[in-house]
């Protein structure tokens, strides 16, 4: 494995819990939440674990997470902006 790894930087806890926490535990239970249902959302989960698996694969690299606090998220979003309106990206 490469030593290139990319960052995804989202406000959404719930994004980041269900790839690195949930997901895997539901994996180690055939897809199952601890009340034996199916979990809310798990095609959309399973969907981006595979668009990652495959990333990963084709760029030789391991993706992360990390969950950003919605207020720099939003500060984050107003820079972008401002630099974008003077052609600074």
């Known amino acids: 494995m490469s030593d290139k790894t990319w960052i995804i930087a989202?406000?959404?806890e719930y994004v980041v819990k269900g790839?690195?926490?949930w997901l895997p535990t539901w994996k180690n239970d055939k897809l199952r939440s601890k009340q034996n249902e199916k979990p809310a959302n798990l095609d959309l989960l399973l969907r981006l674990?595979?668009?990652?698996t495959a990333?990963?694969?084709r760029?030789?690299?391991k993706i992360?997470?990390?969950h950003v606090p919605r207020e720099y998220?939003?500060?984050a979003d107003k820079l972008a902006k401002e630099a974008a309106q003077h052609g600074d990206l």
């Open 49 to 52: 674990d595979a668009a990652i």
């Open 59 to 61: 760029q030789d690299l």
């Open 55 to 57: 990333e990963e694969t």
């Open 10 to 12: 989202t406000d959404s």
């Open 73 to 75: 998220n939003t500060m």
């Open 19 to 21: 790839i690195t926490e």
């Open 64 to 66: 992360g997470f990390w």
